[in-house]
């Protein structure tokens, strides 16, 4: 088909139609639409063109810290959590956790009502990169982690699907192995992506326990809005097998959180 193409100056609206070579309808764009979109563009260009390496401290990627001691804290799907991370010695960095859990503590078939979780995030840096517009930082995150809670009717959830559990007792024992990558691409912007396996182990009163090995990938930002104030967003998601009661199953799994580091309490 001929590529043909109406000039929307001609008409008065934003819903004229032209003809692609692929024989779809596609709209033309309106003087609005092409303004935002070159906004976009000097926008990205600008960020692009920083020399700046520097970026965010990172409490969720894989940058080593800078500050002796920084506080993160986080809402979202499962839990509202907060850590108190430590500059460690060499490339290690430390932290002491704990959560307040309302959901699949590890993305999918645990589905805790409520429940308290500590975890101790160990971290180390691996390697550094600096490319022409960014600067890559891989690192390796080991989180071993408890919980304790319970489990409502129609809520708790043992594989295989659809077995229900009455109101119990229930805890488990985590072992997340992470991969965490962090992107400077601007002075105060830092992309966040990377791989996480928190493996799961869970228990009910009168039930057996289940395994859960979720493999999700880090999708995230960080951003130094502040001196001292660097707000985050994190997405993990992906597919994650349960195990149990001699069964399996796969499932979605997924797990969202915003929040903040800040490394100065009251101005100290």
């Known amino acids: 088909m001929e590529l ?95 959560e307040l859990v309302y959901g699949d503590w590890s993305g999918a078939f645990s589905d805790v009502s409520v429940g308290l979780a500590f975890n101790a995030p160990l971290r180390w840096h691996l390697h550094t990169r600096k490319h022409a517009k960014a600067t890559t930082d891989v690192g390796i995150r080991f989180t071993p982690g408890a919980l304790v809670g319970g489990s409502d009717r129609g809520r708790g959830r043992v594989p295989p699907p659809g077995f229900q559990t009455n109101q119990r007792v229930m805890g488990g024992l985590r072992a997340e192995l992470a991969v965490p990558i962090s992107i400077d691409v601007h002075d105060r912007v830092s992309v966040v992506t990377g791989a996480t396996i928190p493996l799961t182990l869970m228990f009910a009163k009168d039930a057996d326990p289940w395994g859960i090995i979720p493999l999700l990938v880090r999708i995230g930002v960080e951003i130094n809005a502040a001196p001292k104030v660097a707000p985050f967003f994190l997405f993990e998601l992906g597919p994650a097998i349960g195990i149990g009661n001699g069964t399996s199953d796969v499932d979605f799994a997924f797990r969202i959180w915003v929040g903040t580091a800040f490394w100065s309490v009251l101005g100290k």
């Open 4 to 98: 043909q193409r109406m000039d929307c100056r001609e008409r008065h609206d934003d819903e004229c139609w032209w003809y692609s070579g692929v024989r779809t309808m596609q709209p033309c764009e309106s003087r609005g639409g092409v303004v935002m979109r070159a906004i976009a563009v000097v926008a990205f260009v600008l960020v692009m063109s920083s020399t700046a390496f520097a970026g965010p401290q990172s409490t969720i990627g894989g940058k080593r810290l800078k500050s002796e001691t920084v506080h993160n804290t986080g809402v979202g799907w499962p839990s509202l959590f907060y850590e108190w991370w430590n500059k460690g010695q060499g490339n290690l960095d430390w932290a002491l956790g704990a």
